[in-house]
């Protein structure tokens, strides 16, 4: 007999303090729910969290946002439930490469940058970054459907942001893990040689 299995994509905001994923997971997994994936990140002072679970017993949507809602107080906490579909034929296959740039910061980078990305059909997975005084730096992780040439990439993100005064560099994914875990084992063995 085949269980059924019910997946829901699960988003919740709230005012970051300590015990926020206990709450969460622990509601998702009273619930019979596995959690399958977790993106999570602390922005200006604001938790918040997008997962994806699966349930082994039939739940709703509003079953989900009232367990999560009541390890919290009612008034301090967003829950959005959705029914999970998958979309990832839709999106764009390619290569992925990580995106940074730093410099001084001003309005309108993202809407200059995300406007570039989506008129080339680059797809933004995932997106950071952190205002520190007067200077900014982002790291976004993008894929590159395979008929652009990254090198016509990197000349166009140089020509539109360096007026900004933003340095910018695009390396595939392969190359820039290898690069910062080399550069985070040097460092260790740096600190532990002598």
Known sequence: MKTSVSRYVISVLISDRVGIMR???????DLDGDIQGISQTVVQAYF?????????????ARTIQTAISSAFREDEISVMVREFHD??????????????????????????LTTYLADKEINIEDWYF???GIMV?????ITVPPRLDIRQIQDDLRALL???????????????????????IGLMLGKHAG
């Open 162 to 184: 360096e007026p900004r005064d933003l340095r910018v560099h695009c390396r595939h994914e392969n190359l820039f893990r290898a690069t910062n875990e080399v550069e985070s």
């Open 87 to 112: 979309h990832s034929a839709s999106l764009s296959k390619g290569e992925r490469y990580i995106l940074t740039l730093m410099g001084r910061e001003s309005p309108g980078i993202l809407k200059q």
């Open 130 to 132: 952190r205002i520190d």
């Open 48 to 60: 918040t969290v997008i997962l994806v679970a699966a349930f082994k017993r039939p739940v709703t």
């Open 137 to 141: 730096t982002h790291i976004g992780e």
């Open 23 to 29: 709450g969460i997971t622990s509601a998702v997994t």
